[in-house]
């Protein structure tokens, strides 16, 4: 099992940036895909960048693409995301997922999540 914890959230203006960090806990977390998902009041979690377990792949969702970075250091057992560019339709709450099995970009495929952390992009 993999126990993940988000940091990094907070409220920025538009057109900062912020890193977001998901430390994890737990054997064998270089086999793990990672991801990245948000989700906004009221609306359906969303995909917006996962990573290979030994970190030379990553996605992204069409809204995130060159401005948020996925990466992954798997000797500290953490995943960042890098946002940049940030806009206010990218405030949600952000989660960290993992997935030993295989990477997707449903959420339903996750097998661990972390609790989330606030992200709010002010205008």
């Known amino acids: 099992q993999v126990q993940l914890v988000e940091s990094g959230g907070g409220l920025v203006q538009a057109g900062g940036s912020l890193r977001l960090s998901c430390a994890a806990s737990?054997?064998?977390?270089?086999?793990?895909?990672m991801a990245w998902f948000r989700q906004a009041p009221g609306k359906e979690r969303e995909f917006v960048g996962s990573?290979?377990?030994?970190?030379?792949?990553?996605y992204y969702a069409d809204s995130v693409k060159g401005r948020f970075t996925i990466s992954r250091d798997n000797a500290k057992n953490t995943v960042y995301l890098q946002m940049g560019s940030l806009k206010p339709d990218d405030t949600a709450v952000y989660y960290c997922?993992?997935?030993?099995?295989?990477?997707?970009?449903?959420?339903?495929?996750?097998?661990?999540w972390g609790q989330g952390t606030q992200v709010t992009v002010s205008s």
């Open positions: 997922a993992a997935d030993v099995s295989y990477g997707s970009t449903n959420y339903r495929a996750y097998d661990y």
């Open positions: 737990g054997r064998i977390f270089s086999r793990y895909v």
């Open positions: 990573i290979t377990s030994s970190g030379h792949n990553t």
